[in-house]
């Protein structure tokens, strides 16, 4: 009797780590409050808002953050890490939410500034490395020209 609560309580519990549901799931990263998920597939377009976008600028090049700044503090005083969505931008300010789209192929990226720079005058933004390859055609290329669109607050 004792052997077969067991075996019941196990497989029970392995069931409910494996799920067990009939159609299509969607897995949504869940975010810290500091983290910006980039791009979510909504199946119910009936309860989607886009956010209200204010053209920045386009044309423009972005870049990304070398893994030596792992750890290291931003000038926000965050500390930065290449696996989040987080950006360096001279002028915006801390806490700016902004929607960077690669140009060539409209993938696009949402990302929070949290430090200055990119220190040339050439680049207008650095991105994370996740947030860089989520929207490269080219995994190899170390820049690429986007545009930088504001997310305004939602009020």
């Avoid at 929070?112 to 055609?137: C, H, Q, Y």
């Amino acid at each position: 009797m004792k052997n077969s609560i067991i075996v019941f309580s196990v497989s029970l519990v392995l069931l409910i780590i494996t799920g067990f549901t009939s159609g299509t799931t969607v897995t949504v990263p869940v975010a810290k409050k500091t983290e910006k998920i980039a791009a979510v597939a909504v199946t119910d377009s009936a309860n989607t808002t886009e956010p209200k976008l204010t053209l920045y600028k386009q044309n423009v090049l972005a870049t990304y953050y070398a893994d030596k700044f792992n750890g290291r503090k931003t000038t926000s005083g965050e500390r930065f890490h290449n696996s989040k969505y987080t950006a360096a931008h001279m002028k915006l300010p801390f806490g700016t939410m902004v929607r960077v789209t690669n140009e060539k192929n409209g993938k696009f990226v949402d990302v929070k500034v949290n430090d200055r720079g990119p220190f040339s005058k050439k680049l207008e933004i650095d991105l994370t490395k996740t947030a860089f390859m989520e929207i490269a055609s080219k995994k190899g290329s170390g820049s690429f020209k986007v545009k930088i669109e504001i997310i305004d607050p939602a009020e």
